[in-house]
C-alpha cells in the first residue's frame, strides 16, 4: 500500500508516474516536527530497534546496510568517493526500513534532504526536508521485496538500453583521435578480446563545444563510426551540460537568443566556468530548452552515433564569473598584509578551495519556470535529471523505434525511466571495487537497472590483479564499462600479461549474456531488482541480512566477489544449499553443491566464483566478439535441479522498442526423474544442450 502525503505545495519534480490523492490521516510511524523559522523545513523522526536495517539511497558510500551514518541529497561533482562523503551525483531519496514493520519512504523534493540514520542519535531515523513544499510517501509490505516492487510501480519503468550496450566497452579520458581509437580497437580485436563500444571523452569535441567535432582528429566521423559498426563497434560520445560561450558557436547564440539558458539575479545569462572555459548552463526546467537541447543529439546521430553519456551534469561548476572575483578580492586584502601568519594561509587556502561547485554561486543561478524566477538551490537535484530527459524525449521523436544507448552522471529519482547512470570518478583502489559491489543492490532499488562503475577505476593508477578482479565482478553489471582518467596507468584488457586470462573473463560475460539480458530485461519489464542482497531472498534468515558482500544477480544466481588484493579465496555465506562453479574459462570450471552454511572457498586471480540456486536454471552460449554476433540459437544450460526448475529465457532483437511481446519468451522447464533429467520447451525456437548440477 502507497499513501501520499503532501506538505505545502506540490512541486511536481516528475517522479512519479502513479496518480494518487493525498491521504488525509496522520502519517504513521514517524514523528512530524517543523523546523524554526529560519530552516523552514520539516523532521521526520523513526525509532529504530536493534535489529531494523535500512537500505536504499542509491548512490552513495558505505555499506549496503546504510543504517549508522548520514547522507544528504545532494548533487555534487566530488571524485574523493571517501567514507564521509555525504553526498556524491546523485539525489535518491528513497529508504527501506527493514524494521517491525517493514517500510519505504521516498521524499520527492529537489533540494536538500538529509537522511540521519542513527548518526546523531544511535536509535533515530532523522529524515530533514530543507523546504515546506514537497510529498512524502509511504510504503507499507509485509514483504521486502514488495516495498521495492511498488516504488518502481510508483516511479514508473526503467529505461531499456539496447542490446549491444550490454556488451563490453572500453573508455579513456584521453584517446584523442581516430588513429587512438583504431589502436584501442586493433589491441581487443588482435588479441581475441570482445568488444562493443569504445568512448569518446571531451577530447573529441572542437574546443569542448557540444555538439561539434574535432576535424582535425576525427576528419570523418560518419565514415569512421560507419567503418567501426562493420566491426560490431559503437562510438559513445561524451555531452556535457555547459554551453561554451563563443560567438558564432550555433548553440551559444541560439540559446541566448532564444531565452535558452539560466539566468543570474539580474536576469542575464548566468556565467560560469568549466572544461570550455566560460559557459552558459541551459536551463532544463524549461520544457522548450529540453526540447532545443536534446535535438541537438540529431547532429551526432546523423553521424551513426547510437549512443551518448551526459556529463557535468550536477551540475559541475569550476567557477562562476562573481564568486572567482570575490575569491580575487579575498587574496588581494590578504596580500595586502604585511605578514601572513599561519591563520592567513589557512584562510588563502580555503579561498581557493572553495571556489568550485560553491553553493553560493548556485545561489546565484536562477532557472525560469511557469513565469516565475526559481533559485537553483531549490531545485538543484533536478538538473542532470531534466537534461537525461531532454535526450531521451529528443531520441523518441528522432528515433521512434531504436533503443538509444544514454546514461548520466547527475540523477534523481524518476530519471532511471530515461537513462541508466554510472557512478562518477572512482580510483582504482580495492576499497573502491567493493563500494561498487555494495552500491549495486541501493541503485536498483531506485529504478537504475542499466548502472555500473568505471571498472578498473577512474582515478590513480590501477594494476592488473586489480583490473582483473573488477572485470570479474563487472561480468554481472549491466553497464560493463572500463573507464580511465588521464594520467593514469592504461588499463585496458590488453595492456595486461596475463591476456588469456583477460580472454576468459571477458569471454564469460557474453556466454552468459542469455541469462543476464534475460534478467536484465525482466528486472525492467517487471520492476524486480537485478542485484539484490541476500536477505532479499533469505527474509527468514538473519544471517543472510548481515552479508554486506554477496549479491543475488537475477532470479538464479549469486555472486561472492573477490575484493581485496592479494586474496586467494573468501569466506562466503550460503543461505540455502548451492550449486558452488569456479569458473576459469567455459572448457574449464570446477562444479560442486554445497551445504548452507560458511564455507571459505579457494579461488584464483582468473577464476569467477558463482553459485546457482537449488531448482534454478542459467542458460548461457559460446561466446563471439561482440553482442552483433553472438548467437543464442543453441544453448548450454546450466542449473542445479534437486526436483523440478523452470526458467522464463527473454529472447528480442535487442535493437527497437517492441520488448512487451509475449512471443520473446520461452519457458524452460528440467524434471528430475530419478537419475535423468527431462526437458521440456514451451517452444522449438532454441536447442538446449543440458549440463544440471
Ligand atoms: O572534470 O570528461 O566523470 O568520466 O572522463 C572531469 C572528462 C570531467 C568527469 C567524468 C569522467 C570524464 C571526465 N569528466
Request: hydrophobic residues 35%; proline residues 3%; aromatic residues 14%.
Amino acid at each position: 500500500m502507497i499513501k501520499k502525503y503532501c506538505f505545502g505545495e506540490s512541486v511536481n519534480t516528475g517522479a512519479t508516474v502513479l496518480k494518487l490523492d493525498s491521504s488525509q490521516e496522520e502519517l504513521s510511524y514517524f514523528k512530524v516536527k517543523k523546523q524554526d523559522q529560519d530552516t523552514k523545513g520539516y523532521q521526520f523522526i523513526y525509532l529504530m530497534d536493534e535489529k531494523t536495517q535500512v537500505f536504499g539511497l542509491g548512490e552513495n558510500v558505505r555499506g549496503m546496510n546504510k543504517r549508522g551514518f548520514i547522507y544528504e541529497s545532494h548533487c555534487s561533482d566530488d571524485p574523493n568517493h571517501d567514507e564521509g562523503k555525504r553526498s556524491l551525483y546523485g539525489a535518491h531519496n528513497f529508504i527501506l526500513i527493514r524494521g517491525k514493520q517493514n517500510l519505504g519512504v521516498f521524499i520527492d523534493f529537489p533540494g536538500k534532504v538529509r537522511f540521519d540514520l542513527g548518526y546523531t542519535d544511535k536509535d533515530e531515523i532523522r529524515i530533514e526536508v530543507d523546504g515546506e513544499d514537497f510529498d512524502f510517501y509511504l510504503i507499507c509490505e509485509h514483504s521486502i521485496s514488495e516495498i521495492a516492487k511498488r516504488f518502481r510501480n510508483l516511479i514508473g519503468k526503467s529505461y531499456v538500453a539496447p542490446k549491444w550496450a550490454l556488451g563490453y566497452q572500453q573508455s579513456r579520458w584521453s584517446y584523442k583521435n581516430e588513429a587512438e581509437v583504431e589502436a584501442v580497437i586493433k589491441g581487443y580485436r588482435e588479441n581475441k578480446l570482445p568488444l562493443d563500444a569504445v568512448y569518446l571523452d571531451i577530447d573529441y569535441m572542437e574546443r569542448y563545444k557540444d555538439f561539434t567535432v574535432n576535424k582535425k582528429a576525427f576528419p570523418d566521423l560518419k565514415c569512421f563510426a560507419k567503418h567501426l559498426k562493420e566491426q560490431g563497434i559503437r562510438l559513445v560520445p561524451i555531452i556535457d551540460a555547459g554551453v561554451k560561450i563563443e560567438k558564432g558557436y550555433d548553440v551559444y547564440e541560439e540559446g541566448v537568443k532564444e531565452d535558452y539558458f539560466c539566468k543570474d539575479a539580474n536576469g542575464k545569462d548566468f556565467i560560469g566556468a568549466v572544461w570550455p572555459g566560460k559557459v552558459h548552463f541551459p536551463d532544463f526546467l524549461q520544457e522548450k530548452t529540453r526540447r532545443w537541447f536534446g535535438d541537438k543529439y540529431k547532429v551526432l546521430m546523423d553521424m551513426g552515433i547510437e549512443g551518448f553519456w551526459n556529463d557535468m551534469n550536477e551540475p559541475a561548476l569550476f567557477y562562476s564569473e562573481e564568486g572567482l572575483k570575490e575569491a580575487f578580492e579575498a587574496l588581494d586584502q590578504l596580500r595586502a598584509l604585511e605578514n601572513i601568519g599561519i591563520d592567513e594561509y589557512f584562510e588563502m587556502q580555503n579561498i581557493m578551495g572553495s571556489i568550485q561547485n560553491s553553493e553560493k554561486d548556485y545561489g546565484r543561478m536562477y532557472h525560469q519556470y511557469n513565469g516565475e524566477m526559481v533559485c537553483h538551490n531549490k531545485v538543484h537535484n533536478l538538473y542532470g535529471y531534466n537534461m537525461t530527459k531532454a535526450a531521451s524525449e529528443a531520441f523518441d521523436r528522432i528515433e521512434p523505434d531504436k533503443r538509444i544507448l544514454l546514461f548520466s552522471r547527475a540523477s534523481y529519482i524518476g530519471m532511471h525511466r530515461y537513462g541508466g547512470i554510472w557512478t562518477g570518478d572512482n580510483k582504482s583502489w580495492w576499497s573502491h571495487l567493493k563500494m561498487n559491489i555494495q552500491m549495486m543492490p541501493g541503485l536498483n532499488l531506485c529504478g537504475f537497472i542499466y548502472s555500473g562503475a568505471d571498472l578498473g577505476g577512474f582515478g590513480d593508477h590501477a594494476t592488473e590483479d586489480l583490473v582483473m578482479r573488477w572485470l570479474e565482478f563487472g561480468i554481472f553489471t549491466p553497464l560493463m564499462r572500463n573507464h580511465a582518467a588521464i594520467g593514469t596507468r592504461e588499463q585496458e584488457a590488453y595492456r595486461f600479461k596475463d591476456l588469456e586470462g583477460f580472454r576468459n573473463i571477458l569471454n564469460l560475460r557474453y556466454s552468459l549474456m542469455p541469462y543476464l539480458y534475460s534478467e536484465y530485461m525482466k528486472a525492467i519489464l517487471e520492476d524486480k531488482m537485478y542485484f539484490r542482497p541476500i536477505g532479499f531472498d533469505y527474509e527468514e534468515d538473519e544471517m543472510a541480512w548481515q552479508v554486506e558482500d554477496q549479491l543475488m544477480v537475477g532470479e538464479s544466481m549469486m555472486i561472492a566477489p573477490i575484493y581485496t588484493q592479494n586474496a586467494k579465496g573468501r569466506y562466503v555465506y550460503l543461505p540455502s544449499d548451492m550449486l558452488m562453479l569456479r569458473i576459469r574459462s567455459m572448457e574449464d570450471m570446477d562444479r560442486k553443491v554445497m551445504e548452507k552454511g560458511h564455507h571459505y572457498i579457494e579461488v584464483g586471480l582468473n577464476e569467477v566464483l558463482c553459485f546457482i540456486k537449488p531448482n534454478h536454471l542459467v542458460p548461457t552460449t559460446n561466446p563471439s566478439l561482440c553482442i552483433d554476433t553472438l548467437k543464442e540459437d543453441k544453448l548450454n544450460l546450466w542449473g542445479y535441479v534437486t526436483s523440478e526448475a523452470t526458467y522464463m529465457l527473454y529472447q528480442d532483437d535487442g535493437y527497437t522498442k517492441k520488448y512487451e511481446d509475449e512471443t520473446h519468451y520461452t519457458k524452460i522447464g528440467i524434471k528430475k526423474q530419478e537419475e535423468k533429467y527431462e526437458l521440456s520447451l514451451s517452444r522449438n525456437t532454441v536447442k538446449i544442450n543440458m549440463n544440471i548440477n
